[in-house]
C-alpha cells in the first residue's frame, strides 16, 4: 500500500538554527514528489516539486532534496515567519491521486 | 493567492442537513480535487474530476457527492450531515490532472 510518513510530528526551533524535515514514501513508481506549506485555518501553499532521485530545489531559506525512498526539506537560518505546518505529498505513476503525509508542524521562536 | 476561489468561507449547519461547497479552479485548470482537513487529521483525498468527468475516486463517504460543470467550476454536496463532517474542505486544481495541485483557501464546515 503506498505510503508517506512525515517526521518529526513537531520541531521547535530557536532562530537562525537550521534542520532538516523528513519525508519518507513507499510508492509503485513514483510520478512526482510536493511540499506544501499550511498556515492555520489556510490552504496548503505549494513550495516545490520533485521528479526524478538527486533533484534538488531552493527556495529563500528552504531547499528540497529528493532520494528513492525519502525526501528532505532544509531550512537554513530560520526566521519565526517560517512557522508553519510542512506537508509532503507523492503522485505514484498510473495514479491522479496524491497521497499526502500528516505534517510537521515548525515553531520557529525568536 | 493561488487563483482557486471557494465559497462560502464558512458554514455552520444542523446535523441531518446538506450543503453545497462551491469551487472555482486557476484559469486554464481542468481537473479539479476535493480534500477533506479534520482537527489534527492530514489532508484526506475526496475525489477528483477532469473536464467534466470523474476520474478518481478518495474515502468519499456515500452521502457526499460532487460534480463539475461545463465551466469548469465544481461543486461538493454533503448531506445528513454528523457531527464529524465538521473539517475544512479545500478544493484543489491543476491543469491536466497530472501536475503540481493549487489549493483554494477552503471552506469550514461546523455542524452542530
Known amino acids: 500500500e503506498d505510503q508517506v510518513t512525515q517526521s518529526p510530528e513537531a520541531l521547535r526551533l530557536q532562530e537562525g538554527e537550521s534542520s532538516s524535515l523528513n519525508c519518507s514514501y513507499t510508492?509503485?513508481?513514483?510520478?512526482?514528489l510536493f511540499w506544501y506549506r499550511q498556515d492555520p485555518g489556510k490552504g496548503p501553499e505549494f513550495l516545490f516539486t520533485?521528479?526524478?532521485a538527486g533533484e534538488e530545489k531552493e527556495k529563500e531559506r528552504l531547499k528540497a532534496t529528493l532520494t528513492k525512498k525519502e525526501s528532505f526539506l532544509h531550512i537554513t537560518a530560520p526566521k519565526p515567519e517560517d512557522s508553519a505546518t510542512y506537508l509532503c505529498?507523492?503522485?505514484?505513476?498510473?495514479?491522479?491521486?496524491?497521497?499526502f503525509g500528516s505534517g510537521t508542524k515548525l515553531n520557529v521562536k525568536p | 493567492d493561488s487563483g482557486v476561489t471557494q465559497t462560502p468561507k464558512h458554514l455552520i449547519t444542523a446535523t441531518g442537513q446538506r450543503v453545497t461547497l462551491r469551487c472555482s479552479p486557476r484559469?486554464?485548470?481542468?481537473?479539479v480535487y476535493w480534500y477533506q482537513q479534520s482537527l489534527d487529521q492530514g489532508l484526506q483525498f475526496l475525489i477528483q474530476y477532469y473536464n467534466g468527468e470523474e476520474r478518481a475516486k478518495g474515502n468519499i463517504l456515500e452521502r457526499f457527492s460532487a460534480q463539475q460543470f461545463p465551466d469548469l467550476h465544481s461543486e461538493l454536496n454533503l448531506s445528513s450531515l454528523e457531527l464529524g463532517d465538521s473539517a475544512l474542505y479545500f478544493c484543489a486544481s491543476s491543469l491536466e490532472g497530472k501536475e503540481t495541485q493549487y489549493f483554494g483557501p477552503g471552506t469550514r464546515l461546523l455542524v452542530l
Open positions: 484559469s486554464g485548470d481542468l481537473s
Open positions: 520533485l521528479y526524478s
Open positions: 510508492v509503485s513508481g513514483l510520478r512526482g
Open positions: 505529498a507523492v503522485q505514484a505513476q498510473g495514479f491522479n491521486k496524491f497521497y
